[in-house]
């Protein structure tokens, strides 16, 4: 018999903060330059990019907790708080002596943990008066977030969806369309920066960094209108930690703390947002729980990246970021884990990747989704192919307690379904998919226009 599957909190108990690591850590990220003057970055200079608070944010190096607005938190009734669930079946399939738990965040309206943000950053647009958001989306995932929180606080919003997704996943674009939002293909011919790589690369798939270019050059075009970001910033994953707050509280009830805690590697933003509320524990009173980022190994930032100032977008609208990335014109493999193909990580993620307060490991595609099957064959969800990275680190992980006859707490997030990417598992069950990574010279061709990591 299961003593317990599923841990839920009441809705009393939905954190009313978020957690900014920022102001916890020992060395703070380095800061983020204006990429005209090579200047640190100050919350002004993104104003006219993003919503005011979300700049502020970003650059918040002090107040560890941010009140969650009320808007915003009635906004999370409708989906959290999300389920802390024993994965008791995987466990009983790997014969493993470890604990395996998952934080699911596929139960959200749009199937991923990405609302968390795209109700916050809508609601801070809404607030200053906006009125038309832009944004990039790759899987689709993203787009199909902001789309119903932009329709929940009444925005218009503009969405470049990366084309191989385009392609491949046309029943996100169905969704986004469902929520109201406009969706076109990128790289498009409606901007400088779709031109120019069009021009250069007809046939070219499109990237996240083309993508983000786009939207960035539409919304400083368009009067009253933000642009938004789904990952790899500080604020995004400021507002992610409510799902590791959350999940502190569920381990309780579970009676037991993680030893380990891994999720996958897009741009960060899942993977901070179950992390940083335990890491804290880390920082401040010596636990020695580890964190484990699973990223692809098509597109390998952390374990083969470099640490440089770096854009966030393809053709360098953005501020420099000091971060892990295989360089802003890197253009990562068609793999199906769309939501993965980022360059780079996040200012906060790299810095505490350098001093070691996390590891991360690379997955190839065929072996998440692997381990995606076997988990929808043991608990029953079909993974979206982001997350089945993350189950395919902690089956690793598990496999490996079973070997050296450990019982360690192993703790996921499951940071979305995967009922519209069935394209992707009907290719690997025909055998359809490739591994790949790239070669070394792949790699440097691309880090060579890096800045190297100074302010100048
Ligand atoms: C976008 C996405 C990711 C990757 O993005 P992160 O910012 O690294 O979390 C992972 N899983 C799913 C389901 C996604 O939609």
């Not at 841990?7 to 900014?20: A, D, H, K, S, V």
């Not at 509280?249 to 947002?273: H, L, R, T, V």
């Not at 190994?297 to 000091?322: H, M, Q, V, W």
């Not at 997955?363 to 189950?391: D, M, N, W, Y």
């Amino acid at each position: 018999m299961i003593d317990k599957k599923r841990f839920i909190l009441p809705e009393n108990e939905i954190p009313t903060q978020w957690y900014n690591i920022q102001a916890d850590m020992v060395n703070k990220p380095q800061p983020m330059l204006n990429p005209g003057t090579h200047q640190p970055l100050k919350a002004e200079d993104l104003f006219p990019i993003f919503a005011e608070e979300c700049a502020r944010q970003e650059l918040n190096q002090t107040d560890p907790w941010i009140d969650i607005p009320e808007e915003v938190r009635d906004q999370y009734k409708f989906y959290r708080s999300t389920p802390l669930v024993r994965a008791t079946e995987l466990e009983k399939a790997l014969d493993t002596p470890a604990h395996i738990y998952f934080k699911n965040e596929s139960v959200s309206p749009v199937g991923s943990h990405k609302l968390n943000s795209a109700l916050a950053q809508a609601f801070y647009c809404k607030k200053q008066g906006v009125t038309n958001v832009t944004t990039e989306t790759g899987a689709g995932q993203w787009g199909t977030a902001l789309s119903y929180a932009c329709r929940q606080f009444g925005l218009e919003l503009a969405v470049y969806m990366v084309k191989i997704s385009y392609q491949q996943k046309p029943y996100r674009r169905s969704m986004m369309q469902t929520y109201g939002a406009q969706v076109t293909a990128s790289p498009s011919m409606s901007t400088r920066a779709g031109k120019d790589i069009l021009t250069v690369d007809p046939q070219c798939s499109g990237s996240l960094g083309c993508a983000i270019s786009e939207a960035i050059e539409l919304a400083v075009n368009t009067p009253n209108c933000k642009y938004a970001l789904g990952s790899v910033l500080n604020h995004v994953s400021l507002h992610q930690t409510v799902i590791g707050l959350e999940a502190e509280k569920q381990m309780e009830m579970a009676g037991e703390y993680p030893d380990k805690i891994i999720a996958c590697f897009g741009g960060g933003s899942n993977f901070s947002g179950i992390a940083y509320p335990f890491m804290r524990h880390k920082i401040l009173d010596g636990y020695n729980t580890q964190f484990i980022a699973a990223e692809p190994a098509s597109c390998p930032k952390l374990t083969r990246g470099k640490f440089e100032y770096d854009f966030g977008d393809e053709t360098g609208y953005t501020p420099l970021i000091p971060m892990f990335t295989l360089g802003h014109k890197f253009q990562p493999a068609n793999i199906h884990a769309g939501g993965l193909r980022y360059h780079g990580a996040g200012a906060i993620i790299s810095q505490l990747l350098k001093d070691g307060y996390m590891s991360a490991v690379d997955i190839q595609q065929t072996e998440s989704f692997r381990a995606g099957v076997l988990f929808a064959r043991t608990e029953g969800i079909v993974p979206a192919p982001e997350s089945c990275h993350a189950i395919a680190a902690t089956i690793n992980e598990a496999l490996r307690c079973k070997e050296e006859g450990k019982k360690e707490v192993l703790l996921f997030n499951l940071s979305g379904h995967g009922l519209i990417d069935m394209l992707a598992y009907d290719r690997f069950f025909a055998n359809d998919l490739i591994d790949y990574s790239p070669s070394d010279e792949d790699i440097n061709k691309f880090l060579k226009d890096v800045e190297p990591l100074q302010a100048k």
